[in-house]
Protein backbone atom coordinates (compact mmCIF):
# COMPACT_ATOMS: atom_id res chain seq x y z
CA UNK A 1 0.00 0.00 0.00
CA UNK A 2 2.83 2.49 0.98
CA UNK A 3 4.64 1.82 -2.15
CA UNK A 4 1.64 2.10 -4.15
CA UNK A 5 0.87 5.72 -2.60
CA UNK A 6 4.48 6.14 -3.36
CA UNK A 7 4.15 5.60 -7.08
CA UNK A 8 1.21 7.52 -7.36
CA UNK A 9 3.00 10.46 -5.22
CA UNK A 10 5.54 10.56 -7.94
CA UNK A 11 3.04 10.65 -10.72
CA UNK A 12 1.88 13.73 -9.59
CA UNK A 13 5.41 15.33 -8.40
CA UNK A 14 6.07 14.81 -12.26
CA UNK A 15 3.18 16.16 -13.44
CA UNK A 16 2.53 18.81 -11.45
CA UNK A 17 6.06 20.20 -12.87
CA UNK A 18 5.08 20.15 -16.34
CA UNK A 19 1.56 21.64 -15.89
CA UNK A 20 1.36 25.15 -16.81
CA UNK A 21 -2.51 25.40 -16.96
CA UNK A 22 -5.43 26.14 -14.36
CA UNK A 23 -7.37 23.34 -17.15
CA UNK A 24 -4.32 20.96 -16.75
CA UNK A 25 -4.53 21.11 -13.00
CA UNK A 26 -8.30 19.90 -12.99
CA UNK A 27 -7.17 17.28 -15.04
CA UNK A 28 -4.68 15.80 -12.75
CA UNK A 29 -6.87 16.45 -9.89
CA UNK A 30 -9.26 13.96 -11.51
CA UNK A 31 -7.20 12.19 -12.56
CA UNK A 32 -5.64 11.34 -8.89
CA UNK A 33 -8.31 12.81 -6.88
CA UNK A 34 -11.64 12.13 -8.88
CA UNK A 35 -14.36 8.86 -8.26
CA UNK A 36 -12.24 7.30 -10.96
CA UNK A 37 -8.87 8.58 -9.50
CA UNK A 38 -5.93 6.58 -8.31
CA UNK A 39 -6.48 6.94 -5.02
CA UNK A 40 -9.74 6.49 -4.90
CA UNK A 41 -9.36 3.24 -6.72
CA UNK A 42 -6.52 2.02 -3.93
CA UNK A 43 -9.86 3.37 -1.03
CA UNK A 44 -11.76 0.87 -3.48
CA UNK A 45 -9.33 -1.87 -2.89
CA UNK A 46 -9.42 -1.65 0.63
CA UNK A 47 -12.09 -5.07 0.92
CA UNK A 48 -9.08 -7.47 -0.35
CA UNK A 49 -7.20 -6.38 3.07
CA UNK A 50 -7.77 -8.46 6.63
CA UNK A 51 -9.67 -6.34 9.30
CA UNK A 52 -6.77 -5.68 11.01
CA UNK A 53 -4.47 -4.16 8.15
CA UNK A 54 -7.50 -1.80 6.74
CA UNK A 55 -7.58 1.00 9.41
CA UNK A 56 -3.82 1.57 8.93
CA UNK A 57 -4.36 1.63 5.23
CA UNK A 58 -7.21 4.10 5.31
CA UNK A 59 -5.56 6.09 7.48
CA UNK A 60 -2.46 5.70 5.09
CA UNK A 61 -4.83 6.78 2.29
CA UNK A 62 -6.50 9.91 3.96
CA UNK A 63 -3.17 11.23 4.64
CA UNK A 64 -2.42 10.83 0.80
CA UNK A 65 -5.34 12.35 0.01
CA UNK A 66 -4.65 16.02 2.55
CA UNK A 67 -1.02 15.84 1.06
CA UNK A 68 -1.93 15.82 -2.49
CA UNK A 69 -5.10 18.01 -2.11
CA UNK A 70 -2.21 20.67 -0.60
CA UNK A 71 0.21 20.10 -3.14
CA UNK A 72 -2.34 20.94 -6.15
CA UNK A 73 -3.94 23.70 -4.02
CA UNK A 74 -0.40 24.99 -3.98
CA UNK A 75 0.26 24.64 -7.70
CA UNK A 76 -3.42 26.21 -8.56
CA UNK A 77 -2.36 29.46 -6.34
CA UNK A 78 1.06 29.55 -8.20
CA UNK A 79 -0.96 29.09 -11.69
CA UNK A 80 -3.44 32.27 -11.03
CA UNK A 81 -1.12 34.55 -9.64
CA UNK A 82 1.20 33.68 -12.94
CA UNK A 83 -2.27 34.35 -15.00
CA UNK A 84 -2.96 37.30 -12.89
CA UNK A 85 0.47 38.96 -13.90
CA UNK A 86 -0.01 37.88 -17.45
CA UNK A 87 -3.23 40.26 -17.61
CA UNK A 88 -1.69 43.02 -15.74
CA UNK A 89 1.01 43.12 -18.57
CA UNK A 90 -1.20 42.15 -21.01
CA UNK A 91 -3.74 45.21 -20.03
CA UNK A 92 -0.99 47.95 -18.85
CA UNK A 93 -1.67 51.62 -20.33
CA UNK A 94 1.28 54.10 -20.64
CA UNK A 95 -1.04 57.48 -18.56
CA UNK A 96 2.13 59.22 -19.97
CA UNK A 97 1.26 58.63 -23.18
CA UNK A 98 -0.32 62.29 -25.11
CA UNK A 99 -4.02 61.46 -25.57
CA UNK A 100 -5.47 61.64 -29.24
CA UNK A 101 -6.76 64.80 -29.48
CA UNK A 102 -9.87 65.59 -31.64
CA UNK A 103 -9.20 68.31 -34.06
CA UNK A 104 -11.29 71.21 -33.43
CA UNK A 105 -12.92 73.56 -35.69
CA UNK A 106 -12.60 77.38 -35.10
CA UNK A 107 -15.03 80.21 -36.62
CA UNK A 108 -14.43 82.06 -39.72
CA UNK A 109 -12.61 85.02 -39.92
CA UNK A 110 -15.60 86.69 -41.39
CA UNK A 111 -18.24 85.31 -39.09
CA UNK A 112 -15.72 86.49 -36.11
CA UNK A 113 -16.00 90.05 -37.69
CA UNK A 114 -19.99 90.30 -38.59
CA UNK A 115 -20.43 88.72 -34.89
CA UNK A 116 -18.40 91.87 -33.66
CA UNK A 117 -20.36 94.26 -36.05
CA UNK A 118 -23.68 92.96 -35.17
CA UNK A 119 -23.18 93.05 -31.30
CA UNK A 120 -22.08 96.91 -32.08
CA UNK A 121 -25.29 98.07 -33.47
CA UNK A 122 -27.74 95.26 -30.89
CA UNK A 123 -25.95 97.07 -28.11
CA UNK A 124 -26.97 100.31 -29.64
CA UNK A 125 -30.83 98.92 -29.79
CA UNK A 126 -30.48 97.74 -33.35
CA UNK A 127 -32.41 94.68 -34.12
CA UNK A 128 -31.55 91.60 -36.92
CA UNK A 129 -33.73 91.24 -39.73
CA UNK A 130 -33.14 89.03 -42.80
CA UNK A 131 -34.72 88.96 -46.33
CA UNK A 132 -34.12 86.58 -49.27
CA UNK A 133 -30.89 86.04 -51.46
CA UNK A 134 -32.98 85.39 -54.26
CA UNK A 135 -35.15 88.52 -54.56
CA UNK A 136 -37.98 90.56 -56.54
CA UNK A 137 -36.79 92.75 -59.02
CA UNK A 138 -39.48 94.89 -57.64
CA UNK A 139 -37.44 94.86 -54.04
CA UNK A 140 -33.90 94.54 -55.15
CA UNK A 141 -34.50 97.70 -57.77
CA UNK A 142 -37.84 99.72 -58.06
CA UNK A 143 -38.48 99.80 -54.33
CA UNK A 144 -35.05 101.40 -54.01
CA UNK A 145 -35.48 103.90 -56.72
CA UNK A 146 -34.00 102.12 -59.24
CA UNK A 147 -36.39 101.95 -62.24
CA UNK A 148 -35.51 99.78 -65.08
CA UNK A 149 -32.90 101.25 -67.93
CA UNK A 150 -31.51 103.35 -65.12
CA UNK A 151 -27.78 103.40 -65.08
CA UNK A 152 -26.89 102.44 -61.80
CA UNK A 153 -28.79 98.84 -62.99
CA UNK A 154 -25.48 98.51 -65.28
CA UNK A 155 -22.88 99.64 -61.91
CA UNK A 156 -24.32 97.03 -60.39
CA UNK A 157 -23.55 94.07 -62.64
CA UNK A 158 -26.88 91.85 -61.70
CA UNK A 159 -27.54 87.87 -61.88
CA UNK A 160 -30.55 87.48 -63.00
CA UNK A 161 -32.50 84.51 -62.27
CA UNK A 162 -35.37 86.10 -65.10
CA UNK A 163 -37.29 89.17 -66.18
CA UNK A 164 -38.01 89.47 -62.89
CA UNK A 165 -35.96 87.74 -60.22
CA UNK A 166 -32.42 88.55 -59.32
CA UNK A 167 -29.78 87.43 -57.30
CA UNK A 168 -29.68 90.48 -54.69
CA UNK A 169 -26.85 92.89 -55.26
CA UNK A 170 -27.38 94.40 -52.13
CA UNK A 171 -28.62 94.43 -48.73
CA UNK A 172 -31.02 97.04 -49.37
CA UNK A 173 -34.12 95.71 -50.52
CA UNK A 174 -34.31 94.53 -46.92
CA UNK A 175 -35.62 97.92 -46.29
CA UNK A 176 -38.02 97.95 -47.96
CA UNK A 177 -39.41 94.48 -47.21
CA UNK A 178 -39.42 96.26 -43.42
CA UNK A 179 -40.73 99.57 -44.33
CA UNK A 180 -43.52 97.67 -46.15
CA UNK A 181 -44.49 95.39 -42.97
CA UNK A 182 -43.67 97.47 -40.08
CA UNK A 183 -44.75 100.48 -38.46
CA UNK A 184 -41.90 103.59 -37.64
CA UNK A 185 -40.13 103.83 -35.21
CA UNK A 186 -38.08 101.18 -37.32
CA UNK A 187 -34.36 100.46 -36.06
CA UNK A 188 -32.50 97.41 -38.03
CA UNK A 189 -29.43 96.02 -39.38
CA UNK A 190 -29.78 93.01 -42.31
CA UNK A 191 -26.70 91.17 -42.23
CA UNK A 192 -26.45 89.35 -45.56
CA UNK A 193 -24.74 87.66 -48.83
CA UNK A 194 -25.43 89.56 -51.82
CA UNK A 195 -24.09 89.01 -55.65
CA UNK A 196 -22.61 90.52 -58.52
CA UNK A 197 -20.98 89.43 -61.58
CA UNK A 198 -17.72 90.22 -60.52
CA UNK A 199 -15.00 87.91 -61.83
CA UNK A 200 -12.71 86.41 -58.70
CA UNK A 201 -9.46 88.44 -57.95
CA UNK A 202 -7.85 90.26 -55.10
CA UNK A 203 -10.67 92.51 -54.22
CA UNK A 204 -13.51 91.25 -56.15
CA UNK A 205 -15.90 88.02 -55.82
CA UNK A 206 -19.39 87.45 -56.90
CA UNK A 207 -20.65 87.15 -53.67
CA UNK A 208 -19.57 89.05 -50.66
CA UNK A 209 -21.31 90.29 -47.48
CA UNK A 210 -22.92 93.52 -46.53
CA UNK A 211 -24.82 94.88 -43.25
CA UNK A 212 -27.62 96.82 -44.03
CA UNK A 213 -28.68 99.18 -41.40
CA UNK A 214 -32.00 101.66 -41.58
CA UNK A 215 -33.40 104.04 -39.32
CA UNK A 216 -36.66 105.50 -39.49
CA UNK A 217 -38.72 107.50 -36.55
CA UNK A 218 -39.35 111.64 -36.22
CA UNK A 219 -36.86 114.36 -36.75
CA UNK A 220 -34.22 112.12 -37.87
CA UNK A 221 -31.51 113.59 -38.98
CA UNK A 222 -28.08 113.49 -40.80
CA UNK A 223 -26.42 113.72 -37.28
CA UNK A 224 -27.89 110.97 -35.91
CA UNK A 225 -26.42 109.07 -39.02
CA UNK A 226 -23.29 110.27 -38.37
CA UNK A 227 -23.15 109.63 -34.08
CA UNK A 228 -24.10 106.36 -35.19
CA UNK A 229 -21.30 105.21 -37.01
CA UNK A 230 -19.05 107.15 -35.15
CA UNK A 231 -20.18 105.09 -32.03
CA UNK A 232 -20.28 102.30 -34.48
CA UNK A 233 -16.67 103.06 -35.71
CA UNK A 234 -15.16 103.41 -31.43
CA UNK A 235 -16.96 100.22 -30.69
CA UNK A 236 -15.55 98.42 -33.14
CA UNK A 237 -12.07 99.67 -33.28
CA UNK A 238 -11.35 101.43 -29.79
CA UNK A 239 -10.96 105.13 -28.69
CA UNK A 240 -10.33 108.02 -31.49
CA UNK A 241 -11.54 105.93 -34.13
CA UNK A 242 -13.94 108.31 -35.98
CA UNK A 243 -15.73 108.92 -39.41
CA UNK A 244 -14.96 111.04 -42.52
CA UNK A 245 -18.26 111.66 -44.76
CA UNK A 246 -17.53 112.63 -48.31
CA UNK A 247 -20.52 113.42 -50.83
CA UNK A 248 -21.81 110.24 -53.22
CA UNK A 249 -24.87 109.62 -54.75
CA UNK A 250 -26.99 106.40 -54.52
CA UNK A 251 -30.58 106.35 -56.13
CA UNK A 252 -32.72 104.99 -52.58
CA UNK A 253 -30.81 108.25 -50.47
CA UNK A 254 -30.83 111.86 -50.28
CA UNK A 255 -28.29 113.28 -49.34
CA UNK A 256 -25.48 110.35 -49.54
CA UNK A 257 -22.28 109.83 -48.23
CA UNK A 258 -19.52 107.19 -48.87
CA UNK A 259 -17.97 107.10 -45.20
CA UNK A 260 -14.04 106.52 -44.72
CA UNK A 261 -12.81 105.36 -40.74
CA UNK A 262 -9.68 106.48 -39.57
CA UNK A 263 -6.82 103.88 -40.51
CA UNK A 264 -6.41 101.48 -37.89
CA UNK A 265 -3.14 99.98 -39.09
CA UNK A 266 -1.50 103.93 -38.71
CA UNK A 267 -4.31 105.60 -36.62
CA UNK A 268 -4.68 108.35 -39.41
CA UNK A 269 -0.61 108.85 -40.10
CA UNK A 270 -0.91 107.45 -43.72
CA UNK A 271 0.25 103.87 -44.07
CA UNK A 272 0.36 101.19 -46.88
CA UNK A 273 -2.57 99.51 -45.82
CA UNK A 274 -4.94 103.34 -46.26
CA UNK A 275 -2.38 103.95 -49.59
CA UNK A 276 -0.86 106.86 -47.61
CA UNK A 277 -4.22 108.83 -46.57
CA UNK A 278 -4.60 108.00 -42.92
CA UNK A 279 -8.35 106.27 -43.73
CA UNK A 280 -10.42 103.15 -45.00
CA UNK A 281 -13.44 103.39 -46.85
CA UNK A 282 -15.88 100.99 -45.39
CA UNK A 283 -19.10 101.91 -46.37
CA UNK A 284 -22.40 103.92 -48.14
CA UNK A 285 -24.87 105.75 -46.51
CA UNK A 286 -27.28 108.40 -46.75
CA UNK A 287 -30.78 110.11 -45.56
CA UNK A 288 -33.76 107.92 -46.70
CA UNK A 289 -34.89 109.13 -50.25
CA UNK A 290 -38.45 110.57 -49.57
CA UNK A 291 -39.62 108.93 -52.76
CA UNK A 292 -38.57 105.72 -51.36
CA UNK A 293 -40.22 106.09 -47.82
CA UNK A 294 -43.40 106.76 -50.15
CA UNK A 295 -43.61 104.23 -52.24
CA UNK A 296 -42.86 102.17 -49.00
CA UNK A 297 -46.06 103.19 -47.27
CA UNK A 298 -44.07 105.65 -45.13
CA UNK A 299 -45.51 109.53 -45.31
CA UNK A 300 -42.09 111.61 -45.35
CA UNK A 301 -43.54 114.77 -44.36
CA UNK A 302 -44.06 113.09 -41.06
CA UNK A 303 -40.87 110.61 -40.84
CA UNK A 304 -37.37 110.55 -42.08
CA UNK A 305 -34.44 107.90 -41.76
CA UNK A 306 -31.49 106.97 -42.62
CA UNK A 307 -29.56 103.89 -44.06
CA UNK A 308 -26.14 102.61 -44.56
CA UNK A 309 -24.62 99.57 -45.56
CA UNK A 310 -21.16 98.43 -44.69
CA UNK A 311 -18.79 96.11 -46.81
CA UNK A 312 -18.17 93.00 -44.57
CA UNK A 313 -15.23 91.72 -46.09
CA UNK A 314 -13.69 95.02 -46.21
CA UNK A 315 -13.68 95.68 -43.05
CA UNK A 316 -12.00 91.60 -42.10
CA UNK A 317 -9.32 91.99 -44.45
CA UNK A 318 -8.50 95.72 -42.61
CA UNK A 319 -8.97 93.79 -39.44
CA UNK A 320 -6.76 90.95 -40.06
CA UNK A 321 -4.06 92.26 -42.54
CA UNK A 322 -5.51 89.84 -44.97
CA UNK A 323 -3.80 90.81 -48.22
CA UNK A 324 -6.47 88.62 -50.15
CA UNK A 325 -10.33 88.63 -50.88
CA UNK A 326 -10.03 84.51 -52.18
CA UNK A 327 -8.29 83.76 -48.72
CA UNK A 328 -11.81 84.50 -47.48
CA UNK A 329 -13.56 81.72 -50.22
CA UNK A 330 -11.20 78.92 -50.30
CA UNK A 331 -11.81 77.55 -47.18
CA UNK A 332 -8.22 76.52 -46.69
CA UNK A 333 -8.33 75.55 -43.43
CA UNK A 334 -4.26 76.34 -42.79
CA UNK A 335 -5.13 80.17 -43.39
CA UNK A 336 -8.35 79.43 -41.15
CA UNK A 337 -6.59 77.55 -38.72
CA UNK A 338 -4.86 80.89 -37.46
CA UNK A 339 -8.03 82.91 -36.24
CA UNK A 340 -8.68 80.52 -32.75
N1 LIG B 1 -26.76 99.42 -51.15
C1 LIG B 1 -25.55 100.19 -51.33
C2 LIG B 1 -24.54 99.37 -52.10
O1 LIG B 1 -24.61 98.18 -52.12
C3 LIG B 1 -24.96 100.59 -49.99
C4 LIG B 1 -25.86 101.55 -49.27
C5 LIG B 1 -26.79 101.08 -48.39
C6 LIG B 1 -25.76 102.90 -49.47
C7 LIG B 1 -27.60 101.95 -47.70
C8 LIG B 1 -26.57 103.77 -48.82
C9 LIG B 1 -27.48 103.29 -47.92
O2 LIG B 1 -23.65 99.90 -52.70
Known amino acids: MKEKIAQIEELLVTELAVCDSLQALDALRVKVLGKKGELTALLRGMGQLSPEERPVA ?9 KFTAMLE ?42 EVVDCFTGMGFEVVE ?3 VELDHYNFELMNIPKNHPARDAQD ?19 RTMLTRKPPIRVICPGRVYRADEMD ?14 IDKDVTMADLRGTLNAFAERLYGKGITTRFRPSFFPFTEPSAEVD ?3 VACHGKGC ?9 EVLGCGMVNPHVLEMCGIDPKEYSGFAFGIGIERITMQRYGIPDLRLLFEGDVRFLGQFR
Not at 109 to 114: E, F, K, N
Not at 272 to 280: A, E, F, P
Open 158 to 176: TFYVDDNIVLRTHTSPVQA
Open 272 to 280: RVCKGTGWI
Open 261 to 263: LTC
Open 58 to 66: GQMINEARE
Open 202 to 215: ATHSPVFHQLEGLV
Open 131 to 133: GPE
Open 74 to 115: EKQALLKAQAQEAALKRETIDVTQPAAMPKAGCVHPMTLVLN
